[in-house]
């Protein structure tokens, strides 16, 4: 069963608007962590942000934040003031705990394009 | 500090033939993974080692695929014979804590293609 699903393959946004990448998930496990990384052109990865399943704010790192909704397993990203540098692939992840042997999972990924 | 170092980042060659992939982490970081992303799906594990043990080796797809820590340091992964549904992108990332979550630390990639 697929653990991770991130149903946008694409998303446009126009520069300075926020935009929200999507991202469910699947597990059992109650201790687990999420997190969003970045991938550019260029080919690295770049974590992003991350938060633990026990955690009760939601993560935010600069222009970024996770909005977690436990209930429904969703860990969207939202991006604010969208710059032309942030057209890049992201991908959502999850980490389970010791049930899960400490894997961690990630998403088929949305390719987000800024337009200026 | 030098981050995750992935060689090469591009590598094409014949189906049948040999292709060794190495990744040299961050120093001091005793977990090392090796992810692939193939055909533009989900990036899938394949196997982490903590120091030079295979702690999980679950995702590696079937025994053409080898991995090697020696030493605990760098870490390479042979594919012998290449099958044409080997080619994708090839990840390496490392971590210091296992049991914890914190965020790894991923290389560029190494982009195979089997030809």
């Known amino acids: 069963a697929q653990k991770i699903t991130q149903t946008q393959p694409g998303m446009f946004v126009q520069e300075k608007e926020a935009v929200t990448l999507d991202c469910t998930y699947d597990t059992s496990d109650p201790s687990y962590g999420l997190f969003w990384y970045k991938q550019p052109s260029s080919g690295e990865m770049i974590f992003l942000i991350y938060q633990g399943s026990y955690d009760q704010q939601n993560a935010t790192e600069g222009r970024y934040s996770l909005n977690f909704q436990k209930a429904r397993k969703s860990a969207n990203l939202v991006i604010s003031a969208s710059q032309l540098g942030d057209s890049a692939m992201y991908f959502c992840a999850m980490r389970e705990g010791e049930a899960g042997g400490f894997k961690t999972i990630f998403g088929a990924g949305t390719r987000l394009f800024v337009k200026a | 500090e030098a981050g995750v170092t992935q060689f090469p980042s591009h590598s094409v060659i014949e189906k049948g033939q040999t292709v060794t992939l190495r990744c040299d982490p961050i120093s001091g970081h005793d977990n090392l993974y090796w992810y692939r992303r193939v055909m533009g799906k989900e990036i899938k594990f394949l196997l982490h080692?903590?120091?030079?043990?295979?702690?999980?080796e679950s995702g590696m797809p079937n025994n053409r695929f080898l991995a090697e820590r020696t030493g605990g340091t760098y870490s390479t992964l042979k594919v012998q014979p290449a099958e044409l549904e080997d080619s994708g992108v090839y990840f390496c990332?490392?971590?210091?804590?296992?049991?914890?979550?914190?965020?790894?630390?991923f290389g560029s990639g190494t982009r195979l293609t089997v030809v």
């Open positions: 080692f903590v120091k030079e043990s295979k702690q999980d």
């Open positions: 990332a490392s971590s210091q804590v296992y049991q914890g979550f914190s965020g790894y630390t």
